[in-house]
């Protein structure tokens, strides 16, 4: 069974301070990893995925497979970035259902 | 572009009453997605639709719950009956075939009495 755990539910960090969202995974094959955001009073939506290795808003994420972790960093936190986080993944079937985790609620301190 | 609109947006029922959700995905997906959210939970998968085919229904429970999308375009989920446990957050996604990003829809948030 695939699982995803976030260990935090709240991380509150100061403004300009360093930021990192845990998240571990199970699954027996080779699955996409996700991170979705939301902002308060928005939508769900896609922040960024493993296999794009890109850099949005800022944030970078990347896979490591031995560790089975996909965690969200970002050098200098800013107040704007407060918001629900969401880590997920696919069985790496392209349009495949979401697993998440239960989300981390990340507060920016001004 | 019109994101994906689900209504109604909120409602409250009593327990063993019957409930509707209305999905219009994003013109031109074909796959479509509903997620159950319990407060203080992620999304959980309960069904996925390709055009108007059930893709994953592993974790719908079927004995209350359905969902159909009959012309491959609008979804509906229904809970007859209803019970406490259900009360959450009903979200609809969409994205297109064999592409990863989902688009969310607002979502409808079940109260039930």
């Known amino acids: 069974a695939q699982r995803v755990t976030q260990p935090e539910k709240l991380l509150s960090v100061f403004k300009g301070a360093p930021v990192e969202l845990k998240c571990n995974y199970s699954y027996s094959g080779s699955p996409e990893l996700f991170w979705y955001v939301q902002y308060s009073r928005q939508r769900l939506q896609l922040l960024l995925r493993?296999?794009s290795r890109e850099s949005i808003k800022g944030f970078t994420a990347d896979l490591n497979k031995g560790e089975t972790s996909f965690h969200l960093k970002k050098p200098f936190a800013q107040e704007e970035d407060s918001a629900m986080y969401y880590c997920?993944?696919?069985?790496?079937?392209?349009?495949?259902?979401?697993?998440f985790g239960k989300g981390t609620h990340l507060i920016i301190q001004p | 572009e019109a994101g994906v609109a689900q209504s109604p947006r909120y409602k409250i029922i009593e327990k063993r009453q019957s409930v509707a959700f209305w999905c219009n995905p994003i013109?031109?997906?074909?796959?479509l997605y509903w997620y159950q959210q319990i407060l203080g939970q992620g999304p959980k998968l309960l069904i996925q639709?390709?055009?108007?085919?059930?893709?994953?229904d592993s974790q719908l429970p079927k004995d209350r719950f359905s969902a159909e999308r009959l012309k491959g375009v609008d979804s509906t989920l229904k809970i007859q009956p209803a019970k406490l446990e259900d009360s959450a957050v009903y979200l609809c996604?969409?994205?297109?075939?064999?592409?990863?990003?989902?688009?969310f829809g607002p979502g409808t948030r079940l109260t039930v009495l």
């Open positions: 493993h296999i």
């Open positions: 013109s031109g997906h074909a796959t």
């Open positions: 997920a993944l696919n069985s790496g079937g392209g349009a495949d259902g979401l697993t």
């Open positions: 639709f390709q055009n108007n085919g059930v893709v994953d």
């Open positions: 996604a969409s994205s297109l075939p064999l592409y990863n990003e989902q688009f």
